[in-house]
């Protein structure tokens, strides 16, 4: 029995000669007397950097020109602001209040009170005006409504109400309702928001000025509470230093996907010529990556007309070729078209934890070449897309496959 082995994505010498071995053990003890024979392609058509990675800015050491800066101040808070909108009035809800002893008199209400009601009044339509044109140029006009609401009916709000006890106090309060309301719509609305920094801001002065205060108020309690630790976490010197490395590291696994999309062809004219090697029939089994290109490969000379050794099986393991097809964007065959005839029997094995495997038969319905057989490493991503080749699992079905009756 003759297996011809692809790997996947970013996989490179030294990870495939461990593959390579465990991949032949599990197959040979199935079928003694097999022949693996271990197809590496990584260094020669996998992708790398051939600048050295100067197109990735920051990677070279230089500092951006606002690095640093206000600027940077400002960033870090917005980008806490829009993973939880409600991070300020938290804080306001923890703090300590202002001047007086938290006594109220008889008939006299609460300082924060005030600013609950204010907010309350900004549900229901759009004022007219420029906040309305505001939040339909930047395109949250749809998410505005309900971020008020969210505001409004928010624990967090309602405490730091109970804590704003004098006239700074609510001042930080309607700059911090204001801001909330704003990131709210624009995190909901997400990239159907197109909104500038500038026009962000002209927002929340728009909406501070409804509750009787200002959008912007520096030197606050949250902002000595928060401030420090958003720049800590996304100043853009720290991302600068993670840009570099996340980018660099992607390049194998990313990279190898986009080069094989754009320049496929010399991977599987190698591939064939493996193929061709021998007339025996053989078992091809691509991971990842791999089972894309022995898709394509097949399809096309089955298309093509052109004559490749049969195929007893094609076994696909923790696969994007039937997602790419359902794109459109599988290389081997055109849009919502099927298997061409003298394609071989096609065996895709996936593992639901694994988020780079698809199922095949969905997208082949009623051809029974195709067969999907769903396993579980019981790991989580990305462990999961690796962990095929040490599960029993796997090399059962296969050899269930290759012994079936055709």
């Known amino acids: 029995m003759r297996f011809i082995f692809v790997h996947g994505t970013g996989v490179r010498r030294e990870r495939f000669d461990k593959l390579a071995p465990m991949v032949a053990s599990g197959l040979t003890a199935r079928f003694p007397g097999s022949e693996l024979v271990p197809c590496y392609w990584g260094d020669v058509y996998g992708a790398d950097l051939s600048a050295g990675g100067a197109s990735i800015p920051g990677v070279d050491g230089t500092r951006g020109v606002a690095a640093a800066g ?13 993973t939880d909108p409600l991070c300020e009035l938290r804080v306001l809800a923890k703090v300590a209040g202002g001047g007086d002893d938290g006594l109220q ?12 009601d204010r907010v309350a009044k900004l549900q229901g339509d759009l004022p007219p005006g420029e906040l309305a044109l505001l939040l339909q140029a930047t395109g949250i006009a749809g998410s505005y409504p309900a971020a008020v609401g969210t505001v409004a009916g928010s624990s967090e709000f ?3 109400c109970d804590m ?3 006239a700074l106090a609510v001042r930080e309060l309607a700059a911090a309702a204001a801001r909330a309301v704003v990131a709210q719509a624009l995190s909901v609305a997400g990239d159907e928001a197109l909104c500038t920094g500038d026009e962000r801001d002209r927002l929340v002065d728009l909406v501070g000025a409804q509750l009787g205060g200002t959008g912007r108020f520096p030197g606050g309690r949250v902002a000595a509470v928060l401030g420090g630790l958003a720049l800590r976490l996304t100043t853009q010197p720290v991302l600068d230093h993670w840009r570099a490395p996340l980018t660099t590291g992607s390049v ?13 062809r010399p991977l599987r004219d190698y591939l064939e010529t493996v193929i061709k090697e021998s007339a025996e029939p053989t078992v091809v089994i691509g991971h990842s990556l791999g089972g894309i290109a022995l898709v394509d490969l097949y399809a096309l000379a089955a298309i093509d007309r052109r004559p490749l050794p049969e195929a007893r099986l094609l076994v696909t393991v923790g696969s994007q070729a039937p997602f790419l097809h359902e794109l459109g964007a599988l290389t081997g065959l055109p849009p919502t078209a099927g298997l061409p005839p ?17 199922r095949a038969e969905p997208v082949f319905p009623g051809d029974p070449r195709v067969i999907d057989h769903e396993v579980s490493s019981r790991q989580p991503f990305p462990l999961s897309h690796s962990a095929y080749w040490k599960l029993d699992a796997v090399y059962d079905r296969i050899a269930e496959e290759i012994e079936a009756p055709r």
């Open 70 to 82: 206000p600027l940077d101040h400002e960033i870090a808070e917005w980008l806490l602001l829009l």
């Open 105 to 116: 008199m008889p008939g006299v209400r609460a300082a924060g009170e005030e600013i609950a």
């Open 158 to 160: 309602a405490g730091a």
């Open 164 to 166: 704003a006890s004098d």
């Open 252 to 264: 194998p696994a990313l990279g190898d996907i986009l080069r094989y999309q754009t320049r496929g």
């Open 342 to 358: 003298g394609f071989p029997r096609w065996l895709n094995v996936f593992d639901r934890k694994d988020l780079l495997a698809y």
